[in-house]
């Protein structure tokens, strides 16, 4: 479908009350199709690829959380979904919990789940500190010298942020500058959080924070990392099952 001029990969299964699944950085929702397939057994399940990722094209500029709050929205609107029970991994979580908390947020969920959310700026330690403007004046001194900083930039960041294209390059950095902390208890939907306990990408710690500032939020922990939550499927299924009931 096309959505503000932008030619929109989706999936569409299932029947039942809709259910609208926000797919992580890097991937698009194809990813997901074990868990999809078992969420479409009871639910309509609505599941895009956001813009830049899977087989949806770049934004044309670099969005950050508001603009892919923005596109979640308008998404809704085309589909008719004013009150879809939400689940989003990691940066979908991100984009998910910043529609949440604006003042018109344009959907109302009765339920939402969030697998190991993003959307909590990091502290920073001493040594992170140091990275982070030792970079910096890296690239400051490199100004002058085009090649040698493109170099420079491409052996920085995250393994995402090095496959990234220049643009998606931009948005990720838009989007890990924005601390959502603040709007957290502005969300009223009732919040499942499922984390892996040993989620390196968004620690735990996160979790149990998010749990502390949403009103109606509970978490629970899974043995594994950032992709727990399909790694141990029927034990997800069984909480899902539980939760959305």
Not at 96 to 107: F, H, I, Y
Not at 121 to 142: D, E, F, N, Q, S
Request: aromatic fraction near 8%; glycine fraction near 12%; charged fraction near 20%.
């Amino acid at each position: 479908m096309r959505i503000d001029g932008i030619d929109v990969h989706e999936t569409v299964m299932g029947s039942g009350p809709p259910l609208l699944f926000l797919h992580g950085w890097g991937v698009g929702h194809e990813s997901y199709l074990p868990l999809l397939n078992r969420l479409a057994v009871t639910h309509t399940v609505y599941a895009p690829d956001m813009p830049g990722f899977g087989k949806t094209p770049e934004p044309e500029t670099a969005w950050g959380a508001d603009g892919y709050a923005d596109f979640v929205s308008a998404y809704c609107a085309a589909k008719g979904l004013t009150a879809p029970v939400c689940v989003a991994h990691s940066n979908g979580g991100r984009v998910l919990l910043r529609l949440l908390s604006r003042d018109e947020p344009g959907v109302a969920p009765p339920r939402v789940v969030l697998f190991d959310a993003a959307g909590l700026r990091p502290k920073r330690g001493l040594k992170r500190t140091a990275k982070v403007y030792t970079y910096k004046a890296g690239k400051i001194l490199l100004k002058p010298f085009p090649k040698a900083l493109e170099r420079y930039r491409a052996g920085k960041g995250s393994a995402d942020y090095r496959a990234a294209s220049p643009l998606m390059k931009a948005v990720m950095s838009k989007l890990l500058a924005v601390d959502l902390s603040g709007g957290l208890p502005n969300i009223k939907a009732p919040i499942l959080l499922v984390w892996g306990e040993d989620d390196t990408a968004t620690p735990l710690a996160d979790g149990r924070r998010m749990e502390r500032l949403i009103p109606g939020a509970g978490l629970a922990v899974l043995p594994g990392g950032h992709w727990a939550f399909m790694e141990r499927l029927p034990h997800t299924m069984r909480i899902l099952d539980s939760f959305l009931r």
